[in-house]
């Protein structure tokens, strides 16, 4: 009898427990993305504002557009409000709240856009 003594750990151990360590970090940055939502106004394609809505406080934005728009800034979270627009859909649109967020309002030229650092490329886009 002479076996070798057994390591604690052996190499094949660490590399699993780094493999854990870094997929939970991968899942925990694709799923909680917690930050970094940026909301980007656009008129006629033309940026004219940019909010973090991470820190933004409450406001409401007038746009000087034809037909004139409201968006409001509240808890994190933007919206029209307001709509001079015949269909009100943009305001139907509701909150925008997550990264990869559009809403429009058409007769206006007026975008809405979330931007995150998750870069989720998925568009749920309303028109109207
Ligand atoms: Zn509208």
Redesign the pocket.
């Known amino acids: 009898m002479n076996a070798k003594p057994r390591k604690l750990i052996t190499t094949t151990d660490i590399v699993i427990i780094v493999t854990i360590f870094l997929l939970s970090g991968l899942f925990g940055f694709l799923f909680m993305n917690p930050s970094g939502k940026t909301a980007v106004i656009t008129v006629d394609g033309a940026e004219v504002r940019r909010i973090d809505l991470d820190t933004a406080a409450d406001e409401v934005i007038t746009l000087d557009t034809d037909?004139q728009?409201k968006i409001r800034v509240e808890d994190g979270t933007i919206r029209?409000i307001d709509?001079k627009?015949p269909?009100?859909?943009?305001?139907h649109r509701g909150k925008l709240l997550a990264g990869g967020e559009v809403a429009a309002?058409?007769?206006?030229g007026?975008v809405i856009s979330i931007t995150s650092d998750g870069g989720s490329s998925d568009i749920d886009a309303v028109v109207?």
């Open positions: 037909p728009v029209f709509a627009c269909t009100n859909a943009c305001q309002c058409v007769p206006a007026v109207g």
